[in-house]
């Protein structure tokens, strides 16, 4: 084999391996963004900048997350409203949420035995007394 052999064969071969690696990357289908609507929430941010200092003034945890029993514990005042985002990072098609509406001291308690094991990110957002709060949580099952 000469060297003019060579050359076409080496550019033959990387031309195969692109266009292999650019097919295998087309038919991808599990690619998730963080949210569908990124731009919007981008806007909103200030507001979640917000709800997080009136979270940090409260000078409480929200919810504690239980490894052992692998459950969430509110600690929220009876009257609050919200909602209990059970976020993963890897796979959009897991995520969960969960309206919350206190009405007794019975309704503190979230188990989350049932979701996949693995990276989790547990999102609480509530209101109670007119203002709005936020707390975040990263915890692994």
């Not at 997080?52 to 997350?65: I, P, Q, S, V, Y």
Request: aromatic share 10%.
């Amino acid at each position: 084999m000469d060297w003019g052999k060579g050359i076409v064969l080496t550019f033959v071969v990387f031309a195969g391996i692109i266009i292999s690696m650019v097919t295998i990357c087309m038919k991808q289908d599990d690619l998730h963004l963080v949210t569908q609507n990124y731009y919007e929430e981008e806007i909103r941010y200030q507001e979640h900048i917000d709800k997080m200092d009136n979270a940090t003034a409260l000078g409480l945890d929200a919810f504690t997350f239980d490894g052992k029993t692998k459950a969430v514990d509110l600690h929220l005042p009876v009257g609050s409203k919200g909602e209990l985002h059970l976020f993963r990072p890897s796979d959009a098609r897991l995520d969960q949420k969960l309206a919350l509406d206190i009405v007794d001291e019975q309704s503190l308690f979230v188990d989350l035995k049932d979701l996949k094991p693995g990276y989790w990110r547990i999102k609480l957002t509530w209101s109670a007394d007119g203002k709005s709060y936020f707390q975040e949580e990263k915890v692994t099952l």
